[in-house]
C-alpha cells in the first residue's frame, strides 16, 4: 500500500512539474507592455488594410475612368466612318461591333468581333446605372429578338445618356440612348472596365 501511494504521488508531482513549464510568471508591468504592444500591432494592421483598401478601390476607379476617357476618345475620333454595307468609294470603313472592337483596343482589351461575342463580356449593369465606357446592346424585329447592334456610352450627364455606334446609313454617328427607337429595341448593358 505504502509503494502505491508513493507511486502515486509521483505520477502526480510529474504531471504538475511538467504542466508547470508552460506556464510564465507575468507581472503587472508585463500585462500592460503586451496589452500595449497588442493595441499597436492591431492599429498597425487596421491602418493597412484600411489604406491599402480604400486606396486600391479609389485607384482602380480612376483607372477605369482613365481608360473609359480614352475608349470614348477612340470612338470620337471614328465618328463619320461609313458604315462597311455603305461603302461605295472603298474608304476605311466598319461596322459596330468593329467600331467598339477598335475603340477598346486603344487600352489593350480585345473583345470578340461580333456583337453576341461582346455581349457574353464584362458584367451586367441596369440602364439606371449606365457609365461612359460601358457597351449597350439592341434587338430588331428583322433579327426575331436576337443582339445585333453595339454600341459604346459616350456620355452620361444632366439625366442625358448618349452613345456611339455605327449607323447603316450615317456611318460612325453619336445619338441619344433615350430615342425612343433605342429603347423599343434595348436588350442590355455590360461593363467591360
Partial sequence: MKILKITFLFLVSVILFSSCGNFKIVT????NKNKDENLTLKNKVETSNQSSGST???????ES???AEKVVGAARQQLGTPHILKNPKKKPATDCSGM???SYSSVGINLPPTTTGQAEMGKFVPKK???KGDLVFFSSKKNN???SHVG????VEDGKVFFIHTSTSRGVVEDDFYMQHWQDNFVTARRIL
Fill in 65 to 67: 475612368q482613365l481608360k
Fill in 28 to 31: 503587472i508591468n508585463d500585462k
Fill in 100 to 102: 467598339t472592337c477598335k
Fill in 129 to 131: 446605372d449606365l457609365q
Fill in 56 to 62: 486600391s478601390k479609389v485607384e482602380k476607379y480612376k
Fill in 152 to 155: 459604346l456610352i459616350s456620355r
Fill in 145 to 147: 429578338g436576337r443582339i
